[in-house]
């Protein structure tokens, strides 16, 4: 750890809440003094107070320790960009616009990767709507979490279940990205 990094990390956060080195303290039951040498890079917070001290500054413990704060580049709308995250943990399904660290049931989550769907499912119109379905295992360990379209603009999703057959129906969109993610193999993309 690189006390300097993390001292001007603890400033530069501080003051973007408007706090004291005073009000930081007594929050975390120090003295302004110790948040005065952390800040001069002259030492270090107590293990114990790490987690407090990224919860008060609202940053995470990798950034804090690390002492440095990545800022994300806007992603330049474009929706088929997005990247996907699922919790092996409880299933849940993240979505995030570019680079993210994604946490879930304190694991951090890696985004998925993306392979090229070869006809799994297929893609039928109905009146304003895509159905959506395919023979897929349908299984309590092996089935497909959730279908989804994505176009320049939008992402519209349904969450499918393992006793559930796979059938959805989504908007019609003329051009986009059919999505969807197997919970034994992974997450599926086919342009149309």
Known sequence: MDY?????????????????????????????????????????PDVSLLNELSAILGVELEGLLSGEMSRRKAVAGNMKKIMFYACPCCGNILTAEGEAAIYCCGKKLAPLEGVRDKGQLTMERMENDWFISGDHPVEKDHYIAFVG????????????????????RLPWAAHGRLIWYC????????DF
């Not at 999703?157 to 393992?162: A, E, I, N, V």
């Not at 919970?183 to 086919?190: A, D, E, I, P, T």
């Open 183 to 190: 919970v034994k193999h992974g997450l599926f993309y086919r």
């Open 4 to 44: 300097e990094k993390t001292g001007l990390i603890i400033k530069q956060l501080r003051k973007e809440k408007g706090m004291t080195q005073l009000q930081l303290a007594d929050r975390l039951m120090v003295s302004d003094k110790a948040v005065s040498k952390w800040e001069r890079g002259l030492g270090c």
């Open 149 to 168: 379209i994505l176009t320049g603009d939008a992402i519209i999703m349904k969450r499918l279940y393992p006793e559930w057959d796979i059938q959805a």
